[in-house]
């Protein structure tokens, strides 16, 4: 047997952050030392253009306009000069790209100004008799020697600091915007739980209470048992809301323990509002706890359902599990609610709690008569 692949731990942001920083003063360092050592002239003001045109990339990612500034005024003077003519136009792309990565108007009015501060001096040179002050090698391009070449050769290096920037900046907005969009679903789906929960809990109950609250009404004798009833119900629905807004204030990674455990309760409330109610339940003690739940809440609102419109006498509900799945079936003798054109929120939640694990559910009339609602919840063990 293979041993497991290792996987390595993701870098921590903020070491990702050290090393950028190595890498700016390592490339301010570079820069320091190429424009020295192809100096075509020697005197301390050469240190002082390389160290101006140089080192501020080392801090261009805390101070990207300012070093933007610094680089383009320090590279003016040394295309004027002639000192570091061949290197200027990468300084000026290292520093132009914190500032087209920071916003769309920055990118435009840096970009402006980075072609303006490489090309209006070249050019000046190139134009201008005695510029460069300090001739240009033999053998080396520049705008005194090549303008039409390194213009074009300026102007591809920068722009394409400016089109990395973009790219990065539009993948970063687009990274942000799925993000978002993410968060906003998740706050929905929630939302959506706790609404078919707060339907299924609130509607199971008040039928009950509702057709309780009736039979008190017309009957002298039971009037105590229904009150009795109303009273229990009361007491369930409380506790059940409860529950549910419980869950708004502690994420229970876990999920809810697996009310199906409860179908006895349901059972003999539906019962007591008169209809013969028969079980056939598998054992569910290998089905997960979030699949128990929506099996609940499946069964909760058909049985809801049988009361509130389908005058039923007679209910059977089937709750059978596999390795791979469970099935539910809630079937009575009633009538089949009428059609309004579009689905109830009790039928729509159950399709949505079903759909959730995978799974499928109908409801509909039996062709003997009475209305069933079926459902299939698979899993894994």
């Known amino acids: 047997m293979a041993p497991p692949a290792r996987t390595l731990a993701p870098v921590p942001p903020e070491l990702w952050r050290w090393v950028w920083i190595a890498v700016d003063a390592l490339a301010a360092a570079a820069v320091v030392a190429a424009v020295?050592?192809?100096?075509?002239?020697?005197?301390?003001?050469?240190w002082c253009l390389a160290g101006l045109l140089g080192l501020p990339l080392a801090v261009r990612r805390w101070w990207p306009v300012?070093?933007?500034?610094?680089?383009?005024?320090t590279t003016a003077t040394a295309l004027v000069v002639g000192i570091g003519v061949e290197i200027v136009v990468y300084v000026v792309a290292a520093a132009l790209y914190p500032v087209a990565l920071s916003s769309a108007r920055a990118a435009a009015w840096g970009l402006a100004a980075a072609l303006g501060g490489v090309l209006v001096p070249g050019l000046v040179d190139a134009?201008?008799?005695g510029l460069p002050i300090v001739p240009a090698r033999e053998g080396v391009e520049s705008?005194?020697?090549t303008p039409l070449t390194v213009t074009g050769y300026g102007t591809a290096v920068v722009a394409a600091s400016w089109a990395l920037a973009w790219?990065?900046?539009?993948?970063?907005?687009?990274?942000?915007?799925?993000?978002?969009?993410?968060?906003?679903?998740a706050i929905a789906e929630e939302r959506l739980r706790i609404a078919r929960d707060v339907h299924d809990v609130v509607g199971h109950s008040l039928s009950l209470i509702t057709m309780q609250a009736a039979v008190a009404n017309h009957l002298g004798s039971g009037r105590e048992a229904a009150l009795r009833t109303i009273e229990e119900a009361s007491r369930s629905a409380l506790d059940d809301v409860?529950?549910?807004?419980?869950?708004?204030?502690?994420?229970?990674?876990?999920?809810?323990?697996?009310p199906v455990d409860d179908l006895d309760r349901l059972v003999e409330e539906t019962r007591a509002a008169g209809v013969a109610v028969t079980v056939d339940r598998a054992d569910l003690s290998r089905v997960p706890a979030g699949v128990r739940t929506s099996a609940y809440r499946i069964v909760q609102e058909a049985l809801t359902n049988v009361r509130r419109h389908a005058r039923a006498t007679r209910c059977r509900v089937t709750v059978a599990a596999t390795d791979d799945g469970l099935s539910l079936a809630v079937?009575?003798?009633?009538?089949?609610?009428r059609r309004t054109g579009r689905p109830g929120h009790g039928l729509l939640g159950m399709r949505e709690r079903a759909t959730l694990h995978g799974g499928s559910l109908s409801a509909g009339p039996e062709p003997d008569g009475g209305f069933a609602v079926r459902a299939t919840l698979p899993f894994r063990t």
């Open 167 to 185: 790219a990065v900046r539009t993948r970063q907005r687009h990274t942000s915007q799925l993000t978002e969009l993410r968060v906003a679903r």
């Open 331 to 337: 079937v009575d003798d009633g009538t089949a609610p």
């Open 143 to 145: 705008f005194s020697t």
């Open 127 to 129: 134009f201008v008799a």
């Open 242 to 258: 409860r529950t549910v807004l419980g869950g708004l204030r502690e994420q229970d990674t876990g999920g809810p323990p697996g």
């Open 66 to 73: 300012p070093v933007l500034v610094v680089v383009l005024l």
């Open 36 to 46: 020295v050592l192809m100096r075509p002239a020697s005197g301390w003001w050469v």
